[in-house]
């Protein structure tokens, strides 16, 4: 398969993780989601939810199966964010690997094709989950609670860069699912 075939999203949904809504999911007909952890959930520099992300983690668990999986070797930091949201986890990750994505699919006992990977990365998020055949879901990173002088993301960038060098289309892609439940 072609590099750029396996860094190109199925969606992008140029927002954070909290526009992706139930609707959505059926739409796509997916059942389960791997999240990533840092940047996707939760800023890098936080280590507690907000209300926000445990509301829309209410609704998404009400229409499938959830689970974070995280390159983090913290495992307490991971633990920190997955035990409020009550969902499952994994560390040390190692994406692109997939090996621990296959054992969160495993658990989930669902075909690669109704589970998403979604994250803010390109060469481990979206590359990992392609190599799985999942369906693949690019986020903005979550905007921090606490004030910073400015967020910066050059790794991103760079990825972003190369990506597009070799053709991977990254403009907004997210269709509308109609109304919101």
Same mark, same amino acid.
């Given at each position: 398969?072609?590099?750029?075939?396996?860094?190109?999203? $199925?969606?992008?949904?140029?927002?954070?993780?909290?526009?992706?809504?139930?609707?959505?999911?059926?739409?796509?007909?997916?059942?389960?989601?791997?999240?990533?952890? $840092? $940047?996707?959930?939760?800023?890098?520099?936080?280590?507690?939810?907000?209300?926000?992300?445990?509301?829309?983690?209410?609704?998404?668990?009400?229409?499938?199966?959830?689970?974070?999986?995280?390159?983090?070797?913290?495992?307490?930091?991971?633990?920190?964010?997955?035990?409020?949201?009550?969902?499952?986890?994994?560390?040390?990750?190692?994406?692109?690997?997939?090996?621990?994505?296959?054992?969160?699919?495993?658990?989930?006992?669902?075909?690669?094709?109704?589970?998403?990977?979604?994250? $803010?990365?390109?060469?481990?998020?979206?590359?990992?989950?392609?190599?799985?055949?999942?369906?693949?879901?690019?986020?903005?990173?979550?905007?921090?609670?606490?004030?910073?002088?400015?967020?910066?993301?050059?790794?991103?960038?760079?990825?972003?860069?190369?990506?597009?060098?070799?053709?991977?289309?990254?403009?907004?892609?997210?269709?509308?699912?109609?109304?919101?439940?």
């Amino acid at each position: 398969m072609v590099l750029s075939n396996l860094l190109q999203p $199925d969606l992008v949904l140029g927002g954070s993780v909290l526009e992706l809504s139930p609707a959505l999911l059926k739409h796509y007909n997916l059942k389960g989601l791997i999240l990533d952890v $840092d $940047d996707t959930l939760v800023p890098f520099c936080q280590a507690e939810t907000s209300p926000a992300l445990a509301g829309w983690m209410g609704k998404i668990k009400e229409v499938g199966a959830v689970w974070l999986v995280s390159n983090n070797v913290n495992t307490n930091r991971i633990r920190r964010i997955a035990d409020p949201l009550q969902v499952p986890y994994l560390t040390s990750a190692g994406k692109p690997s997939r090996r621990k994505l296959k054992q969160a699919l495993s658990a989930m006992n669902l075909p690669p094709e109704q589970v998403a990977m979604v994250g $803010d990365r390109l060469f481990t998020d979206i590359l990992a989950g392609n190599r799985l055949g999942l369906f693949t879901i690019l986020v903005e990173p979550m905007p921090s609670l606490k004030p910073q002088k400015v967020q910066r993301f050059p790794l991103r960038f760079l990825e972003f860069s190369i990506s597009q060098y070799l053709g991977v289309t990254l403009s907004r892609s997210m269709p509308d699912p109609g109304p919101n439940p």
